[in-house]
């Protein structure tokens, strides 16, 4: 099972994106890449909203990935 496939049963694993005020935007770390999702706690679905190199600047993107959901 990879990481990914874990999200729908533990969506919890992933740490929260320094980036982002939201609590419910996590992301998981693969390689170098950045898997970030949105937890979506009233319909109990997980959302991943991009997949993103580690060395881009997420932070002065606009508008945010998880802000476009």
């Known amino acids: 099972m ?3 496939e874990k999200l729908s049963d533990h969506p919890e694993i992933g740490r929260r994106v320094p980036e982002a005020d939201n609590p419910d935007v996590r992301e998981l ?11 979506q706690q009233d319909n109990k679905q997980t959302l991943i909203v991009t ?10 993107q606009e508008p945010k990935p998880w802000e476009v959901v």
């Open 29 to 39: 770390i693969f390689h170098s890449y950045r898997i970030i999702y949105l937890m």
């Open 51 to 60: 997949v993103v190199h580690g060395s881009r600047d997420v932070e002065g």
């Open 2 to 4: 990879t990481a990914t």
